[in-house]
């Protein structure tokens, strides 16, 4: 099983800028605050890269230059990074672009803004798809609520893994968040399995200044 890792960093960093600009703080893309004596997308692509994944795509459209500049590691052959054309659209469409330059069969879709879920967890989300009878009409995710066999995808976003090809199809033509996405692959069959997080951190996304400051302590 063939499995690729897309990691979309291409938001417009609107909620950070308003918590800087309200704390007089210097304005800066969330993906390069530093973190873990690196930057925020840094820990989250080792992350990544240490999981059990055959590739690796990171997806950038807003302030891609400085985003690129500010990364010290630059990944050479570990990473393909791609840019949005044009910039300014919604998650889905980042992640369709993502999926668009693997050819693996499954994928690993985490954000940019995710530098806490471990490595581990990763690993358990993908051994579901391995070991599950029916890997192309399942998808594993970091639980929000429940974990095992999931009742809905209420609620629900990234990371997780999915069969590249059926959730390209769901992507295609939409430019919207993927929790309407996941919604709508739910009730159309296929298996949702919750993975319990490592530690109540992975379950944090940075959006706000203040998530910043609790993740990055």
């Known amino acids: 099983m063939s499995i690729s890792a897309i990691i979309t960093a291409a938001g417009k960093n609107s909620r950070m800028r308003k918590d800087q600009i309200s704390r007089n703080l210097e304005i800066k893309n969330k993906l390069i605050l530093p973190f873990d004596n690196k930057t925020v997308l840094e820990t989250t692509i080792d992350n990544t890269l240490s999981a059990n994944i055959d590739e690796c ?9 400085e985003i690129m ?42 954000t940019g803004d995710q530098p806490t879920v471990s490595t581990e967890t990763f690993n358990k989300m993908i051994d579901v798809l ?3 009878e029916n890997p ?13 066999l999931l009742d809905t995808a209420e609620g629900l976003g990234m990371p997780f893994v999915a069969p590249r090809i059926n959730l390209m199809k769901y992507l295609e033509n939409e430019d919207d968040n993927l929790n309407p996405i996941l919604r709508k692959i ?10 319990k997080e490592k530690n109540k951190k992975e379950l944090l996304n940075i959006n706000h200044y203040d998530d910043y400051l609790e993740l990055s302590h």
């Open 136 to 148: 192309y009409k399942t998808i594993s995710i970091l639980r929000r609520r429940k974990t095992g």
């Open 69 to 110: 500049e500010a990364i010290s590691n630059n990944y050479d052959g570990l990473v393909k990074f791609i840019i949005n054309n044009p910039c300014d659209v919604g998650l889905s469409t980042s992640l369709f672009n993502g999926l668009s330059n693997i050819t693996s069969d499954f994928a690993l879709c985490v």
């Open 57 to 65: 795509i990171v997806v950038l459209g807003h302030y891609s230059d």
């Open 130 to 132: 391995k070991k599950c």
């Open 186 to 195: 739910f009730a159309d069959g296929y298996t949702f399995y919750g993975i």
